[in-house]
Antibody, heavy 123, light 108 residues
Framework: EEQLVESGGGLVKPGGSLRLSCAASGFTFDSYTMTWVRQAPGRGLEWVSSVSGYSTYIHYADSVKGRLTVSRDNGKNLLFLQLDNLRAEDTAVYFC????????????????WGQGTVVTVSS | EIVMTQSPATLSVSPGDSATLSCRASQSVRSHLAWYQQKPGQPPRLLIYGASTRATGIPARFSGSGSETDFTLTISSLQSEDFAVYYCQQYNKWPPGTFGQGTNLEIK
């Protein structure tokens, strides 16, 4: 079964840091671009960051650029998101998701999602 | 950035009836449009991509249509498990793959 499981969320003070992890199983991890999407309480979905299979291409949303760093360890089938200098507006559920592989369609569809990990930024 | 606008914000429909959800892009996204379903406490689930192609395991009562800037998700013969929030997302210019604000489909 193709599966993603996030961990690492928690309560952190403004200006603090967290490292989120996403463990992948059931598929060839390094064949896929992976992404992070977040959802603030009661709000919609916001794409945050993506990293290609061999980390050649990395992208960030403008709202997090300079404060978040995405990385992956293909040997361990792990995706990471380092969150630094956190702000109250970073409070959200953070989902990792797999970008669908489809040679007849551009990238950008998210076909497998984890359950999410909650990040709360508060003093 | 492409802005995705969904309407209505909330749609009240009776089980067994059909529901039509709309999504409009601020500029053409060709057919690069996906729909997701999200239930409380759960992650989003991919329903439709390429504007009209159902994802694996999605029932035939879910159908998508449209191109360029105007898209529709139709759910026929609504089942109890279909009441959820639905998001559209463009991926013509990705990243970022911008999402709409969602339509809450509720039981009438």
């Amino acid at each position: 079964e193709e599966q993603l499981v996030e961990s690492g969320g928690g309560l952190v003070k403004p200006g603090g840091s967290l490292r989120l992890s996403c463990a992948a199983s059931g598929f060839t991890f390094d064949s896929y671009t992976m992404t992070w999407v977040r959802q603030a309480p009661g709000r919609g979905l916001e794409w945050v960051s993506s990293v290609s299979g061999y980390s050649t291409y990395i992208h960030y949303a403008d709202s997090v650029k300079g404060r978040l760093t995405v990385s992956r360890d293909n040997g361990k089938n792990l995706l990471f998101l380092q969150l630094d200098n956190l702000r109250a507006e970073d409070t959200a559920v953070y989902f990792c998701a797999r970008v669908k592989l489809d040679y007849s369609d551009p990238e950008g569809v998210f076909d497998i999602w984890g359950q999410g990990t909650v990040v709360t930024v508060s003093s | 950035e492409i802005v995705m606008t969904q309407s209505p914000a909330t749609l009240s429909v009776s089980p067994g009836d059909s529901a039509t959800l709309s999504c409009r892009a601020s500029q053409s996204v060709r057919s690069h449009l996906a729909w997701y379903q999200q239930k409380p406490g759960q992650p989003p689930r991919l329903l439709i991509y390429g504007a009209s192609t159902r994802a694996t395991g999605i029932p035939a009562r879910f159908s998508g249509s449209g191109s360029e800037t105007d898209f529709t998700l139709t759910i026929s013969s609504l089942q109890s498990e279909d009441f959820a929030v639905y998001y559209c997302q463009q991926y013509n210019k990705w990243p970022p793959g911008t999402f709409g604000q969602g339509t809450n489909l509720e039981i009438k």
